[in-house]
C-alpha cells in the first residue's frame, strides 16, 4: 500500500522552510543520542547538522542535493530532521529506504494523519518514541499544533515509548 498522496506536483514548497531553532536541535541530539553515519537530509540553515558529531551527511535541496534523488550506497543509522509537510509521506517513504532509525520533528497531525501512512510505519518497523515537545510556537513556528519528534526503527517489534520534553 502505497502512503497518502502528497502535494500535487510531489515536491516540496516554500511552505516547507521552516528552521529549527539550534536550541530546539540540540535538546532533540542529546535525547536521542545517535552513533553511526547519521544524515540531515535538510541541513536548511544547520541547526541539527551542526550540532552533530561523528560521521556526518547532508543534504540540502537549496544546495542542489535533493534528498529525493540521493543515492548512498552504505547505510545510514540514524536521519534526524524536520522535514518538508507537503512532502511528508513522500520523505518519510524515502528516509525508510536508506535509514535504520528516523527522526522526524514535525506536527503530530503528520503521524496521524492516514492509515496507509501507519501500515507504511508497520512495514518498516515500528515507532519506538514519541517525544511531545508542546506546541510549535514554543519553537518560533507559525502554529499552535503539538510537535515533537517520532522515532521510527527498522524491524523494531515493542512498546512505544512516550516523554514530554516540554
Known amino acids: 500500500m502505497k502512503p497518502t498522496n502528497s502535494n500535487k506536483t510531489g515536491r516540496s514548497t516554500a511552505q516547507d522552510v521552516v528552521m529549527t531553532p539550534p536550541e530546539t536541535a540540540i ?98 518497523g515500528d515507532i519506538k518514541e514519541i517525544v511531545n515537545m508542546g506546541t510549535g510556537q514554543q519553537h518560533g513556528f507559525n502554529m499552535g499544533f503539538v510537535v515533537g519528534c517520532i522515532h521510527f526503527k527498522k524491524n523494531y517489534k515493542g512498546d512505544i515509548k512516550y516523554t514530554r520534553l516540554y
Open 27 to 124: 535538546k532533540i541530539l542529546n535525547h536521542f543520542k545517535p552513533t553511526g553515519k547519521i544524515l540531515e537530509p535538510c541541513r536548511g540553515d544547520g541547526a541539527f547538522y551542526n550540532a552533530m558529531e561523528g560521521d556526518k551527511h547532508w543534504c540540502e535541496i537549496s544546495e542542489g542535493k535533493d534528498f529525493m534523488e540521493w543515492n548512498w550506497t552504505n547505510k545510514i543509522d540514524w536521519i534526524i530532521t524536520n522535514p518538508p509537510y507537503s512532502i511528508y509521506d513522500m520523505f518519510l517513504e524515502k528516509a525508510m529506504s536508506v535509514a535504520e532509525n528516523i527522526v522526524f520533528f514535525v506536527p503530530f497531525s503528520k503521524l496521524f494523519k492516514s492509515k496507509s501512512n501507519d501500515i507504511m510505519v508497520k512495514n518498516y
